[in-house]
């Protein structure tokens, strides 16, 4: 075993049936009851108990009935129309088992499909609603999980899995039952003789079958107990190496000029190797249960012989019931392996599970910060000449102080300059102005609903047109009179004739079809679309442009304050122009106090 292996094993615990029972309860229970939003499915899993019971009572009609077909096999003289009888029986007794299964079956794939729905809507809503999708990041030490294989398959795959080793298992516990009476109806009492003393042993079959298989169920307990970390950390090699290539791929032509190809192939195949380590080493444990498994398999007919052997040679059992006796025997001992029997599904299962325990839990964890800072940041009305900020203090999620105490009056209607050296907290405030930093207190007051930001990365939605773009995140069909403006100010900003024609064509355009310069422009004529209050501006014109030839950064600057002559506009700009743009400077100086100067 590598040192890798043994590091794991030290780490891993108990994967007990019982253990998970309860996890998988604290998870399902949200989605049974009587209410009207959980009755179908609560009907279904009744259903599907009903059924498996209504299973137990076919299987003995099957069992009996075939038993009196073979015993009247073995009758002499047996007419045609007495076998012909019992066949007909044997055969509605097949037929209505195998009904049940199916509408079983059934009811199971439809419980599976409408959790996997009503689990994935939960998911989804928390995720977006509470903007955990950017708050989960912002987490100490955060683990974040990408929720998008979680939500897409993950989740599907789980549902679907529950419900049909729910469904297994109910028939597991059906037929043990089954096989218990019909061990203890079948197991002639056994006499033994130990020197002068006899020995009477009533249902020794199902007293042997137990033992059996409890020897069998701690062995192969024993090899499958770290199966679950193992497949666990497999996941998390998988996802770490989908997150590499993605990474690749969203920065390609960056990794491509800094000729960085060497450099991400290494590290994409180093992580390739660890997760082939961790595969090899789940192969050799489930090569260990198959061979297990299929030994059991294989001897379980002759060891439930072996033990009738006594009573064979005594000429106590009748034919049927040799034949019999090892089906039994069976139903028994998978009662008791049902776990190692379904290992592979049940670490499956229990690994997703983890994961979407982790992820509700994170978003508990952002919930709650979100819940805690509400009293620490105040939000106020305030007037209509300011927008004022008193003792902002701010904070990286370790802790760290970027800014204290802050307080600076933004008068409205201007352009203000927010200024700074990097890392001083000019992004950081904006965050807490927009309500978006878990991190900050103090009060903040004269801001309406009515207020747009345009962040430093431009966004533009996926598969949509650079019109829903420019839009965004407006749904509502675009007017002519909203196209021939924006079209207008396309032209006023310099676009090609090519894109503006293009304006309703869905493309990728967060791609090659647009420059860095371009989509930020973009970003300026979704704004002025906005006609907003108060307009955010973060590094909003870093890749356009600024020399005297094009003017692009000159036509922003005038594009604005043409369109939005009372819009109290704040951005910050490591570069800035000296047209006359801004009326107002703020500065944040590295000592984490602010100075203004206007």
Known sequence: MS????????????????????????????????????????????????????????????????????????????????????????????????????????????????????????????????????GATLLPKSSAQNPSQLISHDNYELNATVTELFDNFLTTVSNFAVGIVGLYMLSVPLELSLFSLSFVLPGYLVISTVIYAVIYNSITNKMGDSLEDLQSKQRKMEGKIQTKINHIKTHAEAIAFKKGTDYEHKSLLDSIKQSRAVQVSVSKIRSLLTFATNLHAEFTSFFAILLCAPNIIAQKLSFASILEIPYHFQNVVNFFTWKSDNFDKVTDCAVSLKRIEDFNATLTKWEKLQEDNRAHLQFSKGNNKAIEIKNLTLKKPDGTLILQK???????????????????????????????????????????????????????????????????????????????????????????????????????????????????????????????????????????????????????????????????????????????????????SNSRKAMAKR
């Open 3 to 134: 040192s890798e292996e043994s590091k794991i094993k030290k780490k891993i615990e108990s994967l007990t049936l019982l253990s998970l029972a309860k996890r998988f309860y604290r998870f399902y229970r949200p989605y049974f009851g009587l209410d009207a939003k959980n009755l179908k499915r609560t009907m279904l899993a009744g259903g599907i108990i009903l059924g498996n019971t209504l299973l137990a009572f076919a299987l003995v009609f099957v069992n009996t009935s075939m038993a009196s077909l073979m015993g009247l096999l073995l009758v002499p003289g047996v007419t045609y129309t007495a076998f012909f009888y019992a066949a007909a029986q044997c055969m509605a007794a097949i037929v209505g088992y195998g009904a049940i299964t199916g509408v079983d079956a059934w009811m199971a794939s439809l419980l599976g499909s409408s959790l996997a729905h009503s689990i994935n809507k939960k998911l989804e809503n928390r995720w977006m609603k509470s903007k955990g999708y950017y």
């Open 406 to 588: 802050f307080t600076q009056s933004i008068p409205k209607g201007k352009v203000t300059l927010l200024q700074a050296a990097s890392g001083v907290g000019k992004t950081s405030i904006l965050r807490a102005v927009a309500g978006l930093s878990p991190y900050a207190s103090g009060k903040i007051s004269g801001l309406s609903d009515n207020m747009h930001f345009i962040p430093s990365h431009p966004y533009f939605p996926v598969q949509r047109s650079l019109l829903d773009a420019i839009l965004y995140p407006s749904q509502k069909k675009a007017t002519a009179q909203e196209i021939r403006k924006i079209k207008g100010l396309m032209r006023e900003l310099s676009f090609n004739e090519s894109i503006i024609n293009d304006l309703e064509v869905v493309k990728d355009w967060f791609g090659p079809h647009l420059s860095d310069g371009e989509k930020q422009r973009i970003e300026i004529i979704s704004a002025i679309m906005k006609k907003p209050d108060t307009l955010f501006m973060d590094e909003a014109t870093s890749r356009v442009d600024h020399d005297a030839k094009t003017d692009n950064k000159g036509k922003i600057e005038r594009l604005l304050k043409k369109h939005l002559p009372d819009t109290t506009i704040v951005y910050t700009d490591h570069n800035p122009s000296e047209s006359g743009f801004c009326d107002n400077r703020i500065y944040l």
